[in-house]
């Protein structure tokens, strides 16, 4: 290929986007860029101002000003926000909470596209839900995951014990079919599945069995 391989994986919550993108990062050597890392970052960056997360002129002007980077490894991807490591901190449950409201305001989803246009110049699989239809819709791969809304709901709640033991199975499918809702209904760049997107419905299969297919098809995509 004669330009930096870009790979976009889309889908809902608990789709295995986040798993796959850095198996595949690691599998290709490419950067890895977790999106949703992002839109957390600016959340947090609510959480520690005076600004109020529904105060979208606001939000956006905050979003602007941040400094967002994503480094490291693709299995130890760290972020900062104004240099400063936040990568624990912006996995914690009140952080995920205004995140899901931020990421819904157009000024603050322009500013992040912008940012993610940039760091992907030098080729990576980035992940998220508006990658292969609005970040970066000549990519050379797109991917679009989904699986059973209840196993995404048991797969993100393996996740959040890790931070939260006392997390539910309850409480985080309700939450995940919010975030489904918000996702799929706001004005800016909703979440749906490229045109020329591969959809994968994982449910039920084995996470080395999809990222089997997934490599075949960016080999089969990226031999000319």
Do not use: C, W
């Given at each position: 290929?004669?330009?930096?391989?870009?790979?976009?994986?889309?889908?809902?919550?608990?789709?295995?986007?986040s798993t796959l993108?850095?198996?595949?990062?690691?599998?290709?050597?490419?950067?890895?860029?977790?999106?949703?890392?992002?839109?957390?970052?600016?959340?947090?960056?609510?959480?520690?101002?005076?600004?109020?997360?529904?105060?979208?002129?606001?939000?956006?002007?905050?979003?602007e000003r941040i400094?967002?980077?994503?480094?490291?490894?693709?299995?130890?991807?760290?972020?900062?926000?104004?240099?400063?490591?936040?990568?624990?901190?912006?996995?914690?449950?009140?952080?995920?909470?205004?995140?899901?409201?931020?990421?819904?305001?157009?000024?603050v989803r322009r500013?992040?596209?912008?940012?993610?246009?940039?760091?992907?110049?030098?080729?990576?699989?980035?992940?998220?839900?508006?990658?292969?239809?609005?970040?970066?819709?000549?990519?050379?791969?797109?991917?679009?995951?989904?699986?059973?809304?209840?196993?995404?709901?048991?797969?993100?709640?393996?996740?959040?014990?890790?931070?939260?033991?006392?997390?539910?199975?309850?409480?985080?499918?309700?939450?995940?079919?919010?975030?489904?809702?918000?996702?799929?209904?706001?004005?800016?760049?909703?979440?749906?599945?490229?045109?020329?997107?591969?959809?994968?419905?994982?449910?039920?299969?084995?996470?080395?069995?999809?990222?089997?297919?997934?490599?075949?098809?960016?080999?089969?995509?990226?031999?000319?």
């Open positions: 290929m004669d330009h930096p391989l870009i790979i976009a994986i889309d889908g809902p919550s608990g789709s295995g986007k993108g850095r198996m595949l990062a690691r599998e290709l050597g490419l950067l890895y860029i977790d999106t949703g890392s992002m839109y957390r970052a600016v959340a947090l960056a609510v959480i520690e101002s005076t600004v109020n997360e529904s105060d979208d002129l606001a939000v956006g002007a905050l979003a400094d967002i980077d994503l480094g490291g490894e693709p299995d130890s991807l760290r972020v900062s926000v104004n240099d400063r490591d936040v990568t624990e901190r912006v996995r914690a449950e009140d952080v995920t909470q205004v995140s899901s409201i931020v990421s819904t305001i157009p000024a500013a992040m596209v912008r940012r993610q246009r940039e760091l992907g110049k030098r080729g990576a699989v980035m992940n998220g839900r508006d990658i292969g239809t609005v970040v970066f819709p000549n990519a050379d791969v797109k991917f679009f995951l989904d699986a059973d809304i209840k196993e995404r709901a048991e797969r993100r709640l393996a996740e959040e014990r890790e931070v939260n033991a006392a997390a539910t199975y309850e409480q985080t499918l309700a939450d995940i079919t919010e975030r489904d809702r918000r996702d799929t209904t706001r004005e800016d760049s909703p979440l749906i599945a490229a045109e020329d997107a591969i959809i994968i419905d994982s449910t039920g299969m084995a996470i080395d069995d999809v990222f089997a297919k997934m490599m075949m098809i960016v080999r089969e995509r990226t031999a000319a």
